[in-house]
Nanobody
């Protein structure tokens, strides 16, 4: 089992920045692919960013590319999402997810979510 605890959400004005953190426990962190998903009211959950165990391979949704940066510190078992130039459209509940190598996030582990609200 993997436990994930997110922090760092909050309210910010458009153009502002937030950094989300997710601390993992229960499994060797470097063996986990990590991701941040988000879900806005009335919309489907979407993958915002992901990072492989080594930290050298990342993925970004087009909607966040150039504004968000995902990173990880394997020594601290923590994954981060630095969000800059935030827009009202970024308002959502953000979820940290973990997947053992070779598996998908759908069958992986999820945090409780943290709310991000961006006002215009």
């Amino acid at each position: 089992q993997v436990q994930l605890v997110e922090s760092g959400g909050g309210s910010v004005e458009a153009g502002g920045s937030l950094r989300l953190s997710c601390v993992a426990s229960g499994r060797t962190f470097s063996t986990l692919s990590m991701a941040w998903f988000r879900q806005a009211p009335g919309l489907e959950r979407e993958l915002a960013a992901a990072i492989m165990g080594s930290g050298f391979v990342t993925y970004y949704a087009d909607s966040v590319k150039g504004r968000f940066t995902i990173s990880r510190d394997n020594a601290k078992s923590t994954v981060y999402l630095q969000m800059n130039s935030l827009k009202p459209g970024d308002t959502a509940v953000y979820y940290c997810a973990a997947a053992p190598a070779g598996t998908g996030y759908e069958n992986g582990y999820w945090g409780q979510g943290t709310q991000v609200t961006v006002s215009s």
